[in-house]
Nanobody
Framework: QVQLVESGGGLVQSGGSLRLSCAASGRTFSSYTIAWFRQVPGKEREFVATILWTGISTYYADSVKGRFTISRDNAENTVYLQMISLKPEDTAVYYC??????????????????WGQGTQVTVSS
């Protein structure tokens, strides 16, 4: 089992940058594939990016490709989401999620077993 806590959200102007962190508890963090999702009120939670438990492979939603970078530091039990060139449409609550030893990319939120509480990102125009 793993517990996830997101941080790093905030208010930023369009074109700005933020780095989100997803800190995990548990000694087996390195065995979890981690994904970032985001949600705005009234809409489905949507996939943003994922990094496999091996740390080798990553996958991004088309809407963030080239602007967002997901990475992990297993020694620190943390996954990061570096976001640059932010746009107002990136405004959402960002959640990290975990799935045990997934060797495939999953964009369906139902595939993930553990979730954090979310962190708000607001991009002003």
């Amino acid at each position: 089992q793993v517990q996830l806590v997101e941080s790093g959200g905030g208010l930023v102007q369009s074109g700005g940058s933020l780095r989100l962190s997803c800190a995990a508890s548990g000694r087996t963090f390195s065995s979890y594939t981690i994904a970032w999702f985001r949600q705005v009120p009234g809409k489905e939670r949507e996939f943003v990016a994922t990094i496999l438990w091996t740390g080798i492979s990553t996958y991004y939603a088309d809407s963030v490709k080239g602007r967002f970078t997901i990475s992990r530091d297993n020694a620190e039990n943390t996954v990061y989401l570096q976001m640059i060139s932010l746009k107002p449409e990136d405004t959402a609550v960002y959640y990290c999620a975990a799935r045990y030893r997934s060797n495939s990319y999953y964009t369906d939120r139902m595939r993930y077993d553990y979730w954090g509480q979310g962190t708000q990102v607001t991009v002003s125009s």
